[in-house]
C-alpha cells in the first residue's frame, strides 16, 4: 500500500495537534467526551481572553458559555465519526463585555491511544457582520444625502418665490385683518425653510480642534439631565485612557445631542440612561482601518426601536413617534460621517444602545 504522505511530512497519528494549527487564523479547541479543554492554538487564546495555561483543563462551558448551541454538535461529531457545522453561533469568552458570534465547526478526532475527541473550529464572524451593515448604513446615508440635496434645491426656489409674494401682498393690504393672513404664510414659509435646512445638514467641512471626548460628553450630559423626566437618571462610564482628538466640537456636540435626546424620548418619565467611553485599537470604521477609535456608547433601557424601523432608522423622515421630524439621527450620522466615523444601532426588548464611533485622527468622510 502506497503512503498519500509527502516523505517531508510527519505521519499524522504522530503529529501533536498543536504541531498543526499553531499558524491558523482560525480558533481551534480540542475536547474530550466530557467537553474538558485538552488543547487550544493561539487564535483560540486571543477570541477566549485567556492563556492557555488558563484553558486547557477546564469545562470548555467555562470559557464560552452558550452550551445548548455547541454541545449537540459534539456529541452527534462523537456519535457518527463525521463533522457537524453551524453558522453564527453566539459564544461568551470568559472576560469579554458581550457575546461574540463565531461559525463552529466539530470534527471527531482519535489519538493513537484511541480516546476520542473533538476538534472544535471558532471562526468569528462577528466583525464581518458589523462590516457588512456598515456597507448598509454607508449605502443609505449616501443615497439619503443626494435625494434630499435634490429635494431641497427643488423646494428652495418655490419658497422664496413665495415669500417675496407674501410680502408685497402684506405691502398693499390697507385691512390690518388681512395682514394677519400674509404673516401665516410668511411663517409658514421660514418654517419650511428652517426644515428644508435642517434636512440637508450643515455643508461646512469639520473645523477641527484637540479636544478632549470627555468634555463633550461632560457638556452633553449636563443637558440631558436638564431635559430628562423626574425619574430619569443619567449616568457615566468614562475610559480615561483616551487621548485627545481632532474634531469639530460644536459637530459633536449636536451629533451626540440629538442621540441623547432621542433616548431619552424613547425612556420616558422613568428609566436609566449611560454614556459610556471606550478605546477601540485596530478597529475598522468605513472599511479603514484605524490605529485608535473612540467609542461613545449611549444606552437606555426603553423599550427599544421598533423592529419594522431598524433597518430605515437613519433615513430622513422616518420616526417611531407621530410629533417626531425624523431628521435627529439622520443629522447626527451625517455629522459623525464628515469626521470619517460612523453612528451604529443595537436595540432589543431590554434596551437600546446608539454607539457613536469616531477615528483619533482627522479623518474626512
Request: proline share 6%; with cysteine.
Amino acid at each position: 500500500m502506497v503512503q498519500m504522505v509527502h516523505p517531508s511530512f510527519p505521519d499524522p497519528h504522530d503529529a501533536a495537534p498543536e504541531g498543526l494549527t499553531e499558524a491558523l487564523a482560525a480558533a481551534v479547541c480540542v475536547v474530550d467526551d466530557q467537553y474538558t479543554v485538552g488543547y487550544v492554538n493561539a487564535s483560540a487564546e486571543e477570541l477566549l481572553g485567556a492563556s492557555r495555561r488558563r484553558i486547557v483543563g477546564r469545562k470548555l462551558a467555562d470559557m464560552v458559555g452558550g452550551q445548548a448551541e455547541w454541545r449537540p454538535l459534539i456529541d452527534s461529531a462523537l456519535k457518527s465519526d463525521r463533522t457537524f457545522t453551524k453558522r453564527e453561533v453566539a459564544i461568551t469568552p470568559l472576560h469579554a463585555d458581550a457575546p461574540r458570534l463565531v461559525d463552529l465547526c466539530v470534527t471527531p478526532w482519535q489519538t493513537r491511544q484511541g480516546v476520542p475527541m473533538a476538534i472544535i473550529e471558532l471562526t468569528p464572524v462577528d466583525r464581518h457582520l458589523r462590516i457588512a451593515r456598515e456597507e448598509t448604513l454607508r449605502a443609505q446615508e449616501e443615497a439619503s444625502r443626494s435625494l434630499l440635496r435634490g429635494v431641497a434645491h427643488e423646494i428652495r426656489n418655490p419658497l422664496g418665490g413665495l415669500r417675496g409674494a407674501a410680502q408685497l401682498l402684506e405691502h398693499e393690504l390697507g385691512d390690518a385683518d388681512l395682514r394677519d393672513h400674509t404673516r401665516i404664510i410668511l411663517r409658514e414659509v421660514d418654517r419650511l425653510r428652517d426644515l428644508v435646512e435642517r434636512m440637508v445638514g450643515p455643508v461646512r467641512p469639520p473645523e477641527r480642534e484637540a479636544l478632549n471626548v470627555h468634555e463633550v460628553t461632560e457638556h452633553v450630559v449636563q443637558l440631558l439631565r436638564a431635559d430628562a423626566g423626574p425619574g430619569v437618571e443619567v449616568a457615566t462610564d468614562y475610559d480615561p485612557s483616551i487621548p485627545e482628538l481632532e474634531a469639530d466640537r460644536n459637530q459633536l456636540i449636536q451629533a451626540l445631542l440629538n442621540i441623547g435626546r432621542n433616548a431619552l424620548q424613547a425612556i420616558g418619565d422613568s428609566g436609566h440612561l449611560l454614556v459610556r467611553t471606550q478605546a477601540l485599537r485596530q478597529f475598522t470604521v468605513r472599511n479603514v482601518r484605524h490605529r485608535l477609535v473612540v467609542a461613545i456608547d449611549v444606552c437606555d433601557d426603553g423599550p427599544g426601536v421598533p423592529p419594522e424601523l431598524v433597518e430605515t432608522l437613519f433615513q430622513p423622515m422616518v420616526s417611531g413617534r407621530a410629533e417626531g421630524s425624523g431628521l435627529g439621527l439622520t443629522i447626527a450620522q451625517s455629522l459623525v460621517s464628515r469626521h470619517g466615523g460612523l453612528i451604529e444601532c443595537d436595540s432589543s426588548g431590554a434596551g437600546t444602545v446608539f454607539r457613536m464611533l469616531v477615528p483619533l485622527e482627522a479623518t474626512d468622510g
